[in-house]
């Protein structure tokens, strides 16, 4: 069964790049273009890892974290945090660590070598 991973970024080209990496290694990508988005389409498409955005305009990357780690249907999700803040795994005390965050811009191989620790090959 093919592995899903759910990217939730609202700069169109950086999300573009990770479904170009992730589709050319078997992954199957659900979008979002903003934390709202990315809340209801984990509940409802059930990823099996997801690429987390900290700024976005609505709904920060740390509250959606916060609210996924915390609801049924998601929390046993794992969270892999991209961004170019330099100190974003000190946003989430000890809940997340420094191998769970991307910095950008990032290497296609750093990030596949991410998901693969969480959930493994694409099938």
Same mark, same amino acid.
């Given at each position: %069964?093919?592995?899903?991973?759910?990217?939730?970024?609202?700069?169109?080209?950086? !999300?573009?790049?990770?479904? +170009?990496?992730?589709? /050319?290694?078997?992954?199957?990508?659900?979008?979002? *273009? @903003? &934390?709202?988005?990315?809340?209801?389409? /984990?509940? +409802?498409? !059930?990823?099996?890892?997801?690429?987390?955005?900290?700024?976005?305009?609505?709904?920060?990357?740390? !509250? %959606? +974290?916060?609210? %996924?780690?915390?609801?049924? $249907? $998601?929390?046993? =999700?794992?969270?892999?945090?991209? $961004?170019?803040?330099?100190?974003?795994?000190? =946003? #989430? @005390?000890?809940?997340? &660590? !420094?191998?769970?965050? =991307? %910095?950008?811009? #990032?290497? /296609?191989?750093?990030?596949? /070598?991410?998901? *693969?620790?969480?959930?493994?090959?694409?099938?």
């Amino acid at each position: %069964m093919t592995k899903r991973v759910l990217i939730v970024e609202d700069e169109e080209a950086v !999300r573009e790049l990770e479904r +170009f990496i992730l589709e /050319a290694e078997g992954y199957e990508v659900v979008e979002a *273009r @903003d &934390g709202l988005e990315g809340l209801t389409k /984990a509940e +409802f498409k !059930r990823p099996d890892l997801i690429l987390l955005d900290l700024m976005m305009p609505d709904v920060s990357g740390g !509250r %959606m +974290f916060d609210e %996924m780690k915390q609801h049924p $249907t $998601t929390q046993g =999700i794992p969270i892999v945090v991209v $961004t170019g803040k330099p100190d974003a795994h000190e =946003i #989430f @005390d000890d809940t997340i &660590g !420094r191998e769970n965050v =991307i %910095m950008k811009p #990032f290497e /296609a191989d750093g990030l596949l /070598a991410v998901i *693969r620790h969480h959930i493994g090959d694409s099938e």
